[in-house]
């Protein structure tokens, strides 16, 4: 019943952040300057009465919290309109890019939690040793390049190395999801592993140092338990609060990895809708991105609240 409430409360913190922001990018674009009608006609010219007809057929005429009100209950029910220059529906251009740029947020956060996992366990336990020091320069030097230029190092060295090895091309079947998405994703991952790795590392090694771990190892336990179930259990708190932060950054920066690798996700849409002034895609586009980014933040809260149950009496999320 307690994690009942904590949820609702989530939800309610949720729920008007989520229309705040998108009351603000709906009125920023149309604060921009650029008329939606001269987007409509590219090149082409037009008689006043063509334009204010096109202006009746958008609602464009209509006061901005009018056209506001009109867009984002549409969106509630899944209608992003059209988009201006192509007149195709947003929601299936959206509904065919979302699953790529899901997929490859999704990955880059499994791969990125168990690597860095891994290797943060691993360098506390060798602390001080060959092993400790390489993997520290390892995630040194991660975490001081940013990814779309780790994705264009990695482009570069599959060039040299493995040049057959394809990167571009429409992806029509889940055999080429899986052949497209899985690098990329680790790409994405290798900055949230720098970071994590030394959080996690810091952390066992606190624990490890403490004096209920060495009550445990005098007792006979094997060396493995205290440190998987008693040790990292403890150290995992600070461990969540970075991987949630990471959860939710990783999505713009899987839009920079994206264009790297030529993948056909959310991230080309907006970057074109953008370059074109296409309202209705830039805006629907970026409130899916933060529909995203808020479900995931209100995930990680939820494991958080269960690993760590004061958060669930304090009613505070680590994403709040």
């Not at 586009?285 to 494991?303: C, K, M, R």
Request: proline share 5%; with cysteine; charged share 10%.
């Amino acid at each position: 019943m307690r994690y009942l409430r904590y949820i609702l409360k989530r939800l309610c913190v949720f729920i008007p952040l989520f229309l705040i922001v998108s009351l603000i990018v709906f009125f920023a674009l149309r604060f921009s300057g650029v008329d939606p009608i001269t987007v409509m006609l590219g090149e082409r010219q037009a008689t006043p009465e063509v334009m204010a007809a096109l202006r009746a057929q958008y609602y464009l005429d209509d006061p901005l919290i009018s056209q506001y009100l009109r867009w984002i209950g549409n969106a509630v029910t899944g209608d992003f309109g059209v988009d201006y220059i192509n007149h195709q529906s947003v929601s299936t251009l959206i509904a065919q890019r979302l699953p790529i740029t899901l997929g490859l947020v999704i990955l880059s956060i499994v791969i990125g939690t168990i690597l860095s996992v891994a290797l943060g366990v691993l360098s506390s336990v060798r602390e001080g040793r060959p092993t400790d020091r390489t993997i520290s320069v390892a995630v040194l030097i991660l975490v001081s390049v940013p990814p779309f230029l780790l994705a264009i190092i990695t482009l570069l060295l599959l060039s040299v190395f493995a040049p057959s090895v394809g990167f571009i091309g429409a992806i029509n079947s889940v055999s080429d999801y899986w052949a497209r998405i899985p690098l990329p994703a680790f790409v994405l991952s290798l900055n949230m592993v720098a970071i994590v790795t030394r959080v996690t590392r810091s952390s066992m090694i606190i624990q490890l140092k403490s004096q209920y771990t060495s009550t445990a190892l005098a007792k006979g336990l094997p060396a493995k338990m205290v440190i998987w179930k008693h040790a990292f259990r403890n150290a995992l708190i600070p461990v969540l609060t970075i991987v949630s932060i990471f959860a939710g950054t990783s999505i713009s920066g899987a839009v920079l990895v994206e264009s790297v690798f030529s993948l056909p996700g959310l991230g080309g849409l907006l970057t074109q809708a953008i370059k074109t002034n296409n309202y209705p895609i830039v805006q629907s586009a970026l409130l899916v991105l933060l529909l995203v980014f808020l479900v995931i933040g209100l995930v990680t809260d939820l494991i958080y609240a269960a690993v760590d149950p004061r958060i669930r009496k304090s009613g505070k999320g680590i994403t709040a």
